[in-house]
């Protein structure tokens, strides 16, 4: 069973640019959340997707925004890039409901670094 | 209000047992988790107790958790220099969402 993957891996932007990060959950999996690590701020939670609504979302600003599709992946997209969005950005993929959502997996990440 | 508190670093030599402690503040906590990342990596998950439960156990993992103190424990038993990582503790906001809300990460160095 394939796990999440998560694309590109690593990414260089400039400031102002816009950048779209992309989320392949576990397959049947519905639920995908987004993260965004730093080392002054740690691991902050952007938002999250199910069933292709967003369910709950952090306290970032209207430049990060995500959609989910059909087939469950995601996308997040940030606008208007700063120094500070340079960072590690995680997502995770689960089963998305009740009981049965115990277990959230994470992909690899994308390094995005903005100059 | 949503806050977990971890240590930032522990180190053990290789063979000893290593306990990584958390505490949380957020009473309605589902479920509580240990992930552990490596240098350059993603977040693995390690395991994961119910708020119901005392203690569960998984092979060298043995987990925690004190309700009333809001006090969760990772004991990690004959400890190997692959064991280095920074580990995370998290809960979950709520069964009905996918929202982690994490602590800060410890970093345990195992020295041979």
């Known amino acids: 069973k394939a796990g999440v993957t998560q694309t590109p891996r690593y990414l260089i932007k400039t400031r102002g640019q816009q950048v779209t990060l992309s989320c392949s959950p576990i397959?049947?999996?519905?639920?995908v959340s987004w993260y965004q690590q730093t080392p002054g701020q740690g691991l902050q939670f952007l938002f999250e997707?199910?069933?292709?609504?967003?369910?709950n979302k952090g306290n970032f600003p209207g430049r990060f925004s995500g959609r989910q599709f059909s087939n469950s992946r995601s996308e997040m997209n940030v606008s208007t890039l700063e120094l500070g969005d340079s960072a590690l950005y995680l997502c995770?993929?689960?089963?998305?409901?009740?009981?049965?959502?115990?277990?959230?997996?994470f992909g690899q990440g994308t390094r995005l670094t903005v100059v | 209000g949503e806050d977990v508190e971890q240590s930032l670093f522990l180190s053990v030599r290789e063979g000893d047992s290593s306990v990584i402690n958390c505490t949380y503040t957020?009473?309605?906590?589902?479920?509580l988790y240990w992930y552990k990342q490596e240098p350059g990596a993603g977040l693995q998950l390690l395991t994961y107790?119910?708020?119901?439960?005392d203690m569960k156990q998984d092979q060298r993992l043995t987990v925690l958790l004190n309700k009333k103190d809001k006090h969760l424990s990772l004991r990690i038993a004959d400890t190997q220099t692959g064991d280095s990582a920074i580990y995370f503790c998290?809960?979950?906001?709520?069964?009905?969402?996918?929202?982690?809300?994490f602590g800060q990460g410890t970093t345990l160095q195992v020295k041979p």
């Open positions: 107790i119910f708020s119901n439960m």
């Open positions: 397959s049947g999996h519905r639920s």
């Open positions: 957020d009473s309605s906590s589902t479920y």
């Open positions: 997707y199910f069933s292709e609504t967003q369910r």
């Open positions: 995770a993929s689960s089963l998305g409901q009740g009981l049965t959502n115990t277990e959230a997996f």
């Open positions: 998290a809960e979950l906001f709520s069964s009905n969402t996918g929202k982690l809300i």
